[in-house]
């Protein structure tokens, strides 16, 4: 009986001595699953953000001081999600914190006649412990 009292104990006491480093390997697995689930989610939210900027035609891409169009006011250069956010455009999910839509200019050889040059828009999704993107994706716009 005092065998089993003492191997008891024992197991007890060396749960005991485990358990803290159980917390630190199981912390460390969550984090890394809710990395890959940060990650996932960014992704999909700049195919998304891509998508519902494909819906509008050049003139909201141009620059406005080189390209006359007579249209709707085109977008900022940079735009910063969600406080920038259209109605129609899509929510920026958690755990991510903002996004960034930014335009400019895309490299390209030879004249334009009008000023109207190719667009490049970007799309950076971060959350917030870095200020690396999670996921980023591009879009080239043209006057047809």
């Known amino acids: 009986m005092l ?6 104990q024992l197991a007890v006491l060396l749960l005991g001595a485990l358990w803290p480093v159980q917390r630190i390997v199981g912390a ?11 990650q996932a989610r ?7 953000e891509l998508e519902y900027l494909r819906s509008f035609d050049y003139a909201r891409f141009r620059d406005p001081a080189r390209c006359a169009l007579p249209a709707p006011s085109p977008f900022p250069a940079v735009r910063t999600l969600p406080e920038d956010r259209e109605s ?3 929510e920026l999910p958690a755990p991510l914190v903002r996004a960034e839509v930014r335009i400019e200019d895309e490299m390209h050889t030879g004249e334009v006649p009008d000023g ?4 490049r828009v970007w799309v950076l999704v971060y959350n917030a412990r870095s200020d690396e ?12």
Do not use: N
């Open 116 to 119: 109207c040059r190719p667009r």
């Open 28 to 38: 460390a697995f969550q984090e890394g699953s809710l990395s890959a689930v940060a």
């Open 3 to 8: 065998e089993v009292l003492v191997s008891l």
């Open 42 to 48: 960014a992704t999909r939210f700049v195919q998304a």
């Open 88 to 90: 129609g455009e899509p």
């Open 133 to 144: 993107p999670l996921a980023r994706g591009a879009l080239l716009r043209t006057r047809r």
